[in-house]
């Protein structure tokens, strides 16, 4: 069985009032997260899945979609993002081990050691 280090989940569901994150480009970005996590040599030690709707898509922009990411470490990172700068919040946060602050969800935190 493999094992991952962290695991991004983009959301990409879609409905008929055209508001949700697959409404705003979630495929293009699950798509975007794959392509930069090969570029970067990461597609083996990430995994990647959609992710049902978490009530998230009415905070977003227009044209952005929910995206969390679990790991490296035990935390789990809400981050707003679109197909442009998806590739900047997975490097900053898988390569520099940093959050990608300007992308982050604020109205949504998880904090599984408390
Ligand atoms: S459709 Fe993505 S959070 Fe609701």
Redesign the pocket.
């Known amino acids: 069985m493999p094992t991952f280090k962290s695991h991004i989940m983009v959301?990409?569901?879609e409905?008929d009032d055209g508001a949700?994150?697959?409404n705003k480009g979630?495929a293009e970005v699950k798509e975007r997260v794959i392509q930069t996590l090969s570029k970067l040599g990461l597609r083996s030690s990430v995994y990647v899945s959609s992710?049902?709707?978490?009530?998230?898509?009415?905070l977003?922009d227009m044209q952005e979609?929910?995206m969390i990411v679990y790991g490296p470490d035990s935390e789990a990172t809400w981050y707003v993002v679109n197909s442009e700068n998806v590739e900047g919040v997975i490097e900053k946060h898988l390569v520099q081990g940093e959050k990608s602050e300007d992308h982050i969800n604020e109205g949504m935190r998880i904090d599984l050691e408390s």
Do not use: L
Not at 51 to 58: K, L
């Open positions: 959301c990409d569901v409905r949700h994150c697959g979630g992710a049902g709707c978490t009530s998230q898509h009415r977003c979609c929910s």
